[in-house]
T-cell receptor
Framework: AQSVSQHNHHVILSEAASLELGCNYSYGGTVNLFWYVQYPGQHLQLLLKYFSGDPLVKGIKGFEAEFIKSKFSFNLRKPSVQWSDTAEYFCAVGGATNKLIFGTGTLLAVQP | ETGVTQTPRHLVMGMTNKKSLKCEQHLGHNAMYWYKQSAKKPLELMFVYSLEERVENNSVPSRFSPECPNSSHLFLHLHTLQPEDSALYLC?????????????FGQGTRLTVV
């Protein structure tokens, strides 16, 4: 069965600190991988996605993620976070049907 | 604005009430989804409609009844809900059958069952 694990449920960082949020998935087939972000009071929006090609994916707002097939991982990174990055981050995996399976989410709080 | 609009934004209902959640997408997509977002749980996929046919129902209780009258509209009819059904209900749409597509989400309906 498809599943997604996000290891960090709650992360607190100071501004300018580096961020890495873990995501591991279980899926028997070609995967599409996504990170979505939900800012307070707003809708889920796409941060970045991987379908094929370069395993290092650049997204909006300076975020990037690396697909490591051997580790079934798709960790999200940002070298220097800002207060405005405070949000909940969701990793998701999808297959050919585009049905998305989500992780539990990681709540990031950035302190000014 | 994502092109996916959900109404109402907030809903409080008693356990004996009947209400409906509405979702409308303006993206020309052919697949629509209902997700349930509860605290400290993964987003749960409830229903999938592709080309207006229900293609997935993930063991959702019958007190939740979806309806997809056309490719732009999706409803979730609610009746005799339980307090544990209180959650954020999210609608999403995508273009099924097309590679490299993504899902677009509405802002959700915050449901409280009292």
């Amino acid at each position: 069965a498809q599943s997604v694990s996000q290891h960090n449920h709650h992360v607190i960082l100071s501004e300018a600190a580096s961020l890495e949020l873990g995501c591991n998935y279980s899926y028997g087939g070609t995967v599409n991988l996504f990170w979505y972000v939900q800012y307070p009071g707003q809708h889920l929006q796409l941060l970045l996605k991987y379908f094929s090609g370069d395993p290092l994916v650049k997204g909006i707002k300076g975020f990037e993620a690396e697909f490591i097939k051997s580790k079934f991982s798709f960790n999200l990174r940002k070298p220097s976070v800002q207060w405005s990055d405070t949000a909940e981050y969701f990793c998701a995996v999808g297959g050919a049907t585009n049905k998305l399976i989500f992780g539990t989410g990681t709540l990031l709080a950035v302190q000014p | 604005e994502t092109g996916v609009t959900q109404t109402p934004r907030h809903l409080v209902m008693g356990m004996t009430n009947k209400k409906s959640l509405k979702c409308e997408q303006h993206l020309g997509h052919n697949a629509m989804y209902w997700y349930k977002q509860s605290a400290k749980k993964p987003l749960e996929l409830m229903f999938v409609y592709s080309l207006e046919e229900r293609v997935e129902n993930n063991s959702v209780p019958s007190r939740f009844s979806p309806e997809c009258p056309n490719s732009s509209h999706l409803f979730l009819h609610l009746h005799t809900l339980q307090p544990e059904d209180s959650a954020l209900y999210l609608c999403a749409s995508s273009q099924d059958g097309q590679e490299n597509t993504e899902a677009f989400f509405g802002q959700g309906t915050r449901l409280t069952v009292v």
